[in-house]
């Protein structure tokens, strides 16, 4: 059944879904690949519309297969898809110009994050709506981290208490996401990295091991096994 999206919404999402998954191995433009018999994109779109204050998605597509996943999400959720970009920043542009007036809140979400909880996408944009201008889920580092050189001897030991895994989405007031990617200069991965550069403070809340990003064929096989046990695998704040 299609979902509804909710007309009184103040949140638009963007899903980035245009690259190639080269490190997933050949194939298909990595939004298409299948998941337990399903394109990730279906998978991440519908996530996305069970979130109860989202009014839009727009969805950057691979080039060559704008019709294609017009055709795959229109059973899903009404979803807006624009052509993407050649980097993933481009893509993100491309659909934040087709955002229509009225959401306050934007979200950038990757469609390889495919099996994100709505609860996390709540909790961003409820954290952007309480005045943080940019908003990052974030993990702890689990793992000892050290810095190296080129013939990979090791510098030095980083206290990770510092450090977080950063996963999406990313929210922002809508405003400051525009001025962002309006002085944009180099391609950067996330969008937070952007703001920074404006001097816009991020403010981080806890992210879920859910929100993986499938980015190797390891993720994928991970992705199959917790949705095959209902993604009942009890971890941190998920
Ligand atoms: N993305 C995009 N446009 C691009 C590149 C990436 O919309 N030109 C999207 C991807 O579709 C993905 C998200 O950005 O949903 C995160 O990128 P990543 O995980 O790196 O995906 P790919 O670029 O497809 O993978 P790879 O780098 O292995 O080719
Ligand atoms: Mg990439």
Known sequence: ???????????????????????????????????????????AVRRLAAAASVHTIVVAAPIAEVAAVRELLAPIAPVTVVPGGAERQESVAAALAAVPVGPDIVLVHDAARALTPPALVESVAAAVRSGHDAVIPVLPMVDTIKEVDADELVLGTVDRRALRAVQTPQGFRRSVLAAAHAAAGDALTDDAGLVEKQGVPVFCVPGSDHALKITRPFDLALAEHLLATGLRTRTLNS
């Open 1 to 43: 059944m299609t979902a509804q999206l909710n007309p009184r919404g103040d949140v638009a999402v963007l899903v980035p879904a245009a690259g190639a998954g080269v490190r997933l191995g050949p194939g298909r433009p990595k939004a298409l690949r299948l998941l337990a018999g399903e394109p990730l994109l279906v998978h």
